[in-house]
């Protein structure tokens, strides 16, 4: 028998488009050459143009499907988003408590990409206190970094992304990785922090259109890769080329946004170009 393919538990909400949540979050974590666990927090309705409603599971079945599986099976990483209520948080916080060895990356999914609320602040201070005290790596883009960090009790309180790395950090996390895409600049540039300050900087081309799961497939190659025994800058780095080619070979199917193509490198030139033109029909 073959050495089994390291196992990562992701628990996020289902999306119907298969764009972003638990889908992107299997099809990113096959495609890395890990082994998918799934533990759903919330069924959703949404299209690739936006979340319509939420529907959140009772946190006593979030906790049933991830014991389950956790006490049959070893598991090399945990990739958290979209949590659906802060029952959920406090359930999954105890789970993870419990594992304290195995890296666990947070994906801060607190609106969708249309800017659909998904975590009101009773979620969001649930997650500062009990999620990212533990996680391995958070990994929000800069419209959550700053609501991660904002001081609320300060009216003019205006933090830039450095700083609001440094309060992330200060909750206990070990990384944060702060994406750009969100930002007015020519390129995007994402940026990985420790306690040290910045530990890499990466810049990527700007590509064209608006993207349905770009940061849960960015979190759950992290996730992938951690798995298999990278170290965090070297797993940060591999999975931003990974991300980035998904999304340059993303494909609208349609009347919102793109979605990644996780499978990219299965595919070759000819497939893009046909899939290109029936996109453009």
Not at 120 to 144: G, K, R, Y
Request: aromatic letters at 6%; glycine letters at 8%; charged letters at 25%.
């Amino acid at each position: 028998m073959s050495e089994i393919f390291p196992l990562v538990m992701s628990f996020a909400a289902t999306d119907p488009s298969g764009g972003a949540g638990l889908q992107a979050d299997i099809l990113t974590i096959s495609s890395m050459g890990c082994h998918p666990l799934s533990v759903v927090t919330a069924i959703t309705v949404q299209d690739t143009s936006g979340v319509e409603d939420v529907l959140p599971i009772e946190s006593e079945w979030v906790v049933d499907q991830a014991r389950a599986m956790l006490e049959d099976v070893p598991v090399a990483a945990f990739k958290i988003g979209m949590l659906g209520s802060v029952e959920n948080v406090v359930a999954i916080a105890e789970i993870l408590a419990d594992y304290p060895d195995v890296p666990f990356v947070l994906d801060t999914v607190l609106a969708s990409g249309r800017g659909d609320e998904l975590a009101d602040e009773d979620m969001l201070d649930a997650i500062c206190e009990l999620l990212i005290p533990q996680a391995t790596i958070v990994t929000p883009n800069s419209i959550e970094a700053r609501r991660l960090a904002l001081d609320e009790d300060n009216e003019e309180d205006d933090p830039d992304l450095a700083e609001c790395a440094r309060r992330i950090l200060e909750m206990g996390c070990e990384y944060v990785l702060i994406t750009g895409t969100h930002e007015q600049s020519a390129k995007v540039v994402n940026t990985l922090y420790s306690e040290l300050g910045v530990v890499r900087s990466d810049t990527w081309e700007r590509l064209p259109g608006s993207y349905h799961g770009s940061g849960c497939t960015l979190a759950s190659a992290i996730a992938s890769l951690l798995a298999q025994g990278a170290e965090v800058p070297e797993a940060v780095k591999e999975a931003q080329e990974y991300t980035w080619q998904a999304l340059k070979s993303g494909f609208k199917p349609g009347m919102g946004q793109f979605i990644p193509d996780r499978l990219f490198w299965a595919r070759g030139e000819e497939d893009d170009e046909d899939k290109q033109l029936k996109v453009e029909s």
